[in-house]
């Protein structure tokens, strides 16, 4: 590999490492808001402990990222049907049916997505030198 590209990998990979602790101190940031609402208002509702799941979620997709340099794509998945329950929770009132239904049913398919991918990574492991890319 030429220097010149060495030095724009490096700098690619620190400029990604500052991106990273940027969302890792805005999350921490937002969950310190949030309790800090919480502690206001004197209660915890269902939708305020999906909103710190879905903070931690992020903080958990972070640390794997720095740690192995990979995303595990369901962890995304996984903050989206969070993400969708607690749209639920909040707006299930004034929602209509259909409303109600297409929501409901994007999550079974970000479930349903989940499993396949679980499925193909156990039935289909990557080679040790591909690195799951």
């Not at 030429?2 to 990273?20: C, E, P, T, Y």
């Not at 369901?74 to 297409?102: E, F, H, N, Q």
């Amino acid at each position: 590999m030429s220097q010149n590209r060495m030095l724009g990998s490096k700098a690619l990979d620190v400029l990604q490492h500052i991106g990273l602790i940027i969302v890792a101190v805005a999350t921490v940031t937002a969950v310190g808001i949030e309790i800090g609402h919480m502690w206001q208002a004197r209660t915890v509702t269902l939708a305020d402990l999906l909103l710190m799941f879905i903070y931690l979620e992020v903080l958990a997709m972070v640390a794997i990222y720095l740690r192995s340099g990979k995303l595990p794509i369901r962890i995304p998945l996984y903050i989206a049907i969070v993400a969708l329950a607690r749209y639920l929770i909040l707006d299930m009132k004034g929602m209509d049916s259909w409303r109600l239904i297409t929501v409901a049913g994007a999550a079974l398919v970000l479930a349903i997505a989940i499993l396949v991918i679980r499925y193909g990574h156990v039935k289909y492991p990557y080679d040790k030198d591909d690195g799951g890319h």
